[in-house]
């Protein structure tokens, strides 16, 4: 593999999800075979959850890093320490990063203009020859200033968010007339442009692939595919026996909680010692089976339809086990807060963590038997990997990358399926796999794991991008897939 000349990564968020995550890995590799390797990421240092909306901390890793400080406080035309808040691709209420659409023209102009001053080519060390920047959005239009070829990184979130402002904007969609999406074709008709102007479109999934060129009406060819890796030496089997996994789910739940409710404070949603043992526990003294759901607090991540199935396996068929959801940053969540929904649906057995990093997450993977997801438009799905490489099976939708890594059949298979929205069918597999455990565990495990450690590495993925970046240098154009 050869090094690859000035490549700056470009992260506009304030890191919170899978894609910080994936940044995060690809800026650790990369820094030790690019000759010159720097990142810009988004920051918000006082944020709910700092470990994680810190970039100096969750980026501490990277040795050239530029931070962006977000304030909601900050104006709009915010410049030097703090800049105001970044915008969201997704639209929920009363929280500190309002969705792009809400952002008039000249907000958007104010905000590039602080990450063009962010991204402006330097002599020496720093100077960059590669824009790799993650997402579309400001970011990438302050790119243009540069002159600098972009490889824009998608994950998935900035084309749902299109797709949305695409029928606000027109007389019959679901936003239409909303204040917060008064700007959608304003919004939409950029990142559109900002994607032809791409020296490279970068997707992480064929389904992803496939909607990015008809989304941006981009040519044939002209969108890579490079799907995400996974650390399988950080993820990995680990030997817990049933008081290891009841320690790990006491700390989590009842020692140190951190659930939230609607007032979005961690440690607002806990549980009594008591109620975890009776629910985690079976009248032998052994751990139940444990149904495991790793998810942001998202619409399309459909939470309340796997609420909904287990709610009807428990009551109508008799299931035991606890469902545990996994995640949800502190005051994001669209629609319907999953732990009311829960609530209203009589939540016994359901069980809320909160927000965890890495660091708790590759024990909740283990300490589970079952990882749950109900997507209708999975972009990849690092945390359905991740399980997999514990050895934990997955029990999925049949959308984005799921589809592709998932076998549900024959001597490798290592998960199942079940139809988009189909509740009862859940619910049936739900108690079936649970009921008849022993006969899959050991065999799926295993196979989950021999899947990433043959097909998602991330030197891998970290050869593809060199290979791309190479390719852009070269050609000084666009850089067809």
Not at 204 to 212: H, I, K, M
Request: hydrophobic letters at 40%; one cysteine or more.
């Amino acid at each position: 593999m050869g090094e690859s000349p000035g490549v700056t990564m470009g992260f506009m968020p304030f890191p919170r999800g899978g894609s910080a995550f994936v940044a995060l890995e690809l800026a650790q590799r990369l820094q030790r075979s690019v000759s010159d390797f720097s990142l810009v990421a988004g920051s918000w240092p006082e944020g709910p959850n700092p470990k994680m909306s810190d970039a100096r901390r969750f980026f501490a890793a990277v040795q050239r890093l530029t931070t962006m400080n977000y304030s909601p406080d900050a104006a709009p035309s915010g410049s030097g320490d703090v800049v105001a808040m970044h915008p969201s691709f997704e639209y929920k209420e009363d929280v500190s990063d309002r969705v792009l659409s809400d952002f008039t023209p000249a907000e958007g102009a104010a905000f590039t203009e602080s990450w063009a001053q962010a991204l402006k080519p330097t002599d020496g060390p720093g100077r960059h020859s590669v824009l790799h920047l993650h997402h579309l959005g400001p970011m990438n239009l302050a790119a243009r200033r540069t002159g600098t070829p972009v490889v824009a990184h998608l994950h998935g979130t900035e084309m749902k968010f299109v797709i949305q402002a695409q029928e606000a904007a027109s007389s019959s969609g679901r936003w239409t007339g909303h204040s917060a999406w008064r700007y959608a074709d304003h919004w939409a008709k950029e990142l559109q442009q900002a994607a032809r102007e791409a020296a490279a479109v970068v997707c992480v999934s064929e389904d992803d692939a496939t909607l990015a060129t008809e989304l941006f009406a981009l040519p044939s060819g002209a969108v890579h595919i490079i799907e995400n890796g996974v650390d399988a030496g950080y993820f990995g089997p680990l030997p817990l026996d049933d008081r290891d996994k009841l320690r790990y789910w006491t700390k989590w739940l009842v020692n140190d909680p951190q659930g939230w409710d609607g007032t979005a404070v961690p440690g607002t949603v806990s549980y009594s010692e008591q109620l975890l043992r009776d629910s985690f526990v079976n009248e032998a003294g052994r751990m139940r089976p444990v149904l495991l759901c790793v998810s942001r607090f998202l619409r399309w991540k459909r939470l309340t339809d796997v609420i909904d199935a287990y709610v009807m396996a428990r009551d109508e068929h008799g299931l035991r086990s606890p469902l545990v959801i996994w995640g949800g940053y502190p005051g994001e969540c669209e629609g319907i807060h999953p732990y009311e929904y829960a609530r209203s649906k009589g939540d016994a057995g359901v069980f809320f963590t909160g927000w965890r990093g890495p660091e708790d997450l590759k024990y909740g993977y283990a300490a589970a038997d079952l990882m749950v997801n109900g997507a209708d438009s999975e972009p990849f799905g690092t945390a359905i990997l991740q399980a997999m490489a514990t050895g934990t099976p997955v029990l999925s939708t049949r959308t984005g990358g799921p589809a592709k890594f998932i076998q549900d059949s024959g001597p490798r298979q290592n998960g199942w399926f079940f139809d988009l929205g189909d509740i009862k069918g859940l619910a049936h597999l739900l108690t079936e796999l649970v009921g008849n455990i022993e006969s899959w565990r050991d065999r799926l495990g295993t196979e989950s794991r021999r899947l990433v450690l043959r097909r998602y590495s991330w030197e891998r993925v970290v050869e593809d991008f060199h290979g791309l970046y190479d390719a852009t240098l070269r050609t000084g154009a666009k850089v067809r897939g």
